[in-house]
């Protein structure tokens, strides 16, 4: 409504903000939310995205952001949908801040792109669904897990900041379902607003 897109406006809504905003733990014995850090990783996925330029022919992008156990990710999802109105995702694009170092470099480069190949399938496949008081899906050929075709492109680097190591593992997953359908909606017009995405809607 304000014809700016989402990673823009966030930066302007945190500009001036203080260095931390409310204590996240027991009598503010942890860091509260820093939106230096945010804008660090937003600005960070901006650039590895190229944001702001057009996407490829029949493709958009979107743009998600999560902050938890005071880990900050920012990622970008290009997306299209193919002849049968099935979600293709081409590329992904994610930057953290976890802290001033990592310990493990390929360890922690693994549990991201683990995180966003899970929440990717938490978007387009993995649902339970119940008859009769129990689950339908009973193994693996009915609950469909991601596999290696579906997996995009993943593209990820770490900002580093001062402050102490921190959360890795989950923060990195939530960011890319709405980065998947903020892309859908620039694509189509049409909002998602249950997961696993219905392609129906875009039909």
Same mark, same amino acid.
């Given at each position: 409504?304000? +014809?700016k897109d989402l990673p823009t406006l966030m /930066?302007? /809504?945190?500009?001036?903000? +203080?260095?931390?905003?409310?204590?996240? #733990?027991?009598?503010?014995?942890?860091?509260?939310?820093?939106?230096?850090?945010?804008?660090? %990783?937003?600005?960070?996925?901006?650039?590895?995205?190229?944001?702001?330029?057009?996407? #490829?022919?029949?493709?958009?992008?979107?743009?998600?952001?999560?902050?938890?156990?005071?880990?900050?990710? *920012?990622? %970008? &999802?290009? *997306?299209?949908?193919?002849?049968?109105?099935?979600?293709?995702?081409?590329?992904?694009?994610?930057?953290?801040?976890? @802290?001033?170092?990592?310990?493990?470099? =390929?360890?922690?480069?693994?549990?991201?792109?683990?995180?966003?190949?899970? @929440?990717?399938?938490? *978007? /387009?496949?993995?649902? %339970?669904?119940?008859?009769?008081?129990?689950?339908?899906?009973?193994?693996? =050929?009915?609950?469909?897990?991601?596999?290696?075709?579906?997996?995009?492109?993943? =593209?990820?680097?770490? %900002?580093?900041?001062?402050?102490?190591?921190?959360?890795?593992?989950?923060?990195?997953?939530?960011?890319?379902?709405?980065?998947?359908?903020?892309?859908?909606?620039?694509?189509? #017009?049409?909002? &998602?607003?249950?997961?696993?995405?219905?392609?129906?809607?875009?039909?």
């Amino acid at each position: 409504e304000a +014809g700016k897109d989402l990673p823009t406006l966030m /930066l302007e /809504l945190i500009d001036g903000a +203080g260095p931390e905003q409310g204590g996240m #733990g027991p009598a503010g014995r942890t860091p509260g939310f820093n939106p230096a850090r945010l804008a660090g %990783v937003t600005r960070k996925v901006m650039e590895m995205a190229a944001w702001g330029t057009p996407a #490829g022919a029949g493709r958009a992008k979107g743009f998600g952001f999560y902050f938890s156990h005071q880990g900050y990710f *920012a990622e %970008v &999802v290009e *997306a299209s949908l193919d002849a049968r109105n099935q979600v293709v995702i081409h590329d992904v694009w994610c930057a953290g801040d976890v @802290g001033s170092h990592i310990i493990n470099p =390929h360890g922690a480069l693994n549990q991201v792109e683990g995180s966003i190949i899970d @929440g990717l399938g938490q *978007a /387009l496949q993995l649902a %339970v669904e119940f008859e009769g008081g129990a689950a339908k899906q009973s193994n693996f =050929h009915n609950y469909q897990l991601p596999r290696m075709p579906m997996v995009p492109n993943l =593209h990820v680097e770490f %900002v580093k900041s001062d402050n102490a190591p921190t959360g890795l593992g989950e923060p990195a997953l939530p960011p890319v379902i709405p980065a998947l359908t903020n892309a859908l909606f620039a694509l189509t #017009g049409k909002r &998602v607003r249950k997961l696993p995405i219905d392609t129906r809607q875009f039909a």
